[in-house]
């Protein structure tokens, strides 16, 4: 087996297990932006295992990147000012959608919430369309 699938399968799972336990556990859904948001903007009760958690996701890339860092190496053909665009949108676009694709489509999907079914179906044809329509225009070359 390619060591790309293994990687990818094995990190599907470390993810799958780790938003199990956060939901048994804590009782809560692994929404990323939405613990982000929780830990810069609205600092409620459960404001100290938000900023934990935002913590140790910084951490764990930085730990990836001391040991394996020819995994995180990448390089992007593109201006400042489309990525600027493109955060911006992603971020404005997650507030919209009351969530992102680890909320939606990792914790809701294996709940079986149509509401989150739908979100990640749109995210899925929202990119395809995007990706096909940027490549044709010659914005992005992949």
Request: aromatic content about 12%.
């Amino acid at each position: 087996m390619n060591d790309i699938w293994m990687m990818a399968a094995l990190g599907g799972g470390l993810i799958g297990i780790s938003v199990s336990i956060m939901l048994l556990f804590n009782g809560k859904v692994t929404g990323i932006s939405g613990i982000f948001y929780g830990s810069t903007v609205n600092r409620s009760e459960s404001f100290h295992w938000k900023i934990a958690f935002v913590l140790g996701l910084i951490t764990s890339g930085l730990i990836l990147n001391l040991f394996f860092p020819n995994n995180l190496r990448g390089h992007v053909d593109s201006h400042w000012w489309t990525l600027a665009v493109a955060g911006f949108l992603v971020g404005y676009g997650t507030r919209l959608g009351n969530g992102c694709t680890s909320g939606h489509g990792v914790c809701g999907v294996s709940r079986f919430s149509w509401r989150s079914i739908l979100a990640t179906l749109s995210f899925m044809i929202a990119g395809i369309l995007s990706v096909t329509l940027f490549r044709q225009i010659g914005i992005i070359d992949l």
